[in-house]
């Protein structure tokens, strides 16, 4: 089992910048994926960008320039800082563990809001 902890969400203002970090807990196993999603009101849940465990790293199209991602397999962390953050970004985060392993499993953490509005 794993738990995935997010924190750092908050109200930010158009142009803002936005932290936010994901601590796991449990039992890992390598190879696997982590990533961040995200799902805003009457919308479907989306990749935001993700990060394997040898460092490969994918963005979505609307994070590329904007978001970085980064994790420390040491701490078990996965952290997004977000820059120049738009009304658009606003949805609540998810960070997501995937087991790469027979049995593939997937894990989610409970949520983070985001909200840019001025």
Do not use: H
């Not at 910048?17 to 479907?44: D, H, V």
């Not at 800082?81 to 606003?90: A, F, G, H, I, V």
């Not at 563990?97 to 894990?107: A, E, S």
Request: hydrophobic share 30%; aromatic share 10%.
């Amino acid at each position: 089992q794993v738990q995935l902890v997010e924190s750092g969400g908050g109200l930010v203002q158009p142009g803002g910048s936005l932290r936010l970090s994901c601590a796991a807990s449990g039992t890992i196993f390598s190879p696997n994926l982590m990533g961040w999603y995200r799902q805003a009101p009457g919308k479907q849940r989306e990749m935001v960008a993700s990060i394997t465990s040898t460092g490969a790293i994918n963005y979505a199209d609307s994070s590329k320039g904007r978001f970085t991602i980064s994790r420390d397999n040491y701490k078990l962390t996965v952290d997004l800082q977000m820059n120049n953050l738009k009304p658009e970004d606003t949805a609540v985060y998810y960070c997501n563990y995937k087991k790469l392993i027979i049995p593939r499993r997937d894990y989610w953490g409970q949520g983070t809001q985001v909200t840019v509005s001025s």
